[in-house]
């Protein structure tokens, strides 16, 4: 049995804040922020759903509960996709 050492992360994602503006993502001791100007989707939904994140493949993030599927490419560039979901729909 490979045991951590003690205070190594076992997670390659976890939303390490969630504030009034976003919510910031660390993955491989990289901080993205999602700003809910530019991800709408995370805006009034529970700490729970927005905590489930998982990363099926390296620098993709999905959030099974909220089915949000994100690259690192969209959250670092939000400019270059401007492409938003209408958050109303998704909840209807």
């Keep these: ?3 951590l050492k ?3 992360s076992i997670s390659a994602v976890e ?3 969630i504030s009034q503006h976003g919510i910031w993502l660390l993955a491989h001791g990289k901080e993205l922020f999602l700003s809910y100007a530019d991800f ?3 805006r009034d939904q529970t700490v729970k759903s927005i905590l489930n994140v998982k ?3 390296p620098g993709h993030f999905w959030w099974p509960d ?3 599927d994100l ?3 969209i959250i670092e560039n939000p400019e270059r ?3 938003v979901a209408d958050a109303r729909v998704a909840h209807k």
Excluded: I, K
Aim: proline letters at 12%; glycine letters at 4%; a negative charge.
């Design 1 to 3: 049995m490979n045991l």
């Design 6 to 8: 003690h205070g190594e």
């Design 15 to 17: 939303v390490s804040n």
């Design 40 to 42: 709408p989707w995370f």
């Design 55 to 57: 990363e099926p493949s």
């Design 66 to 68: 909220l089915d949000v």
């Design 71 to 73: 690259t690192e490419e």
């Design 81 to 83: 996709f401007p492409l």
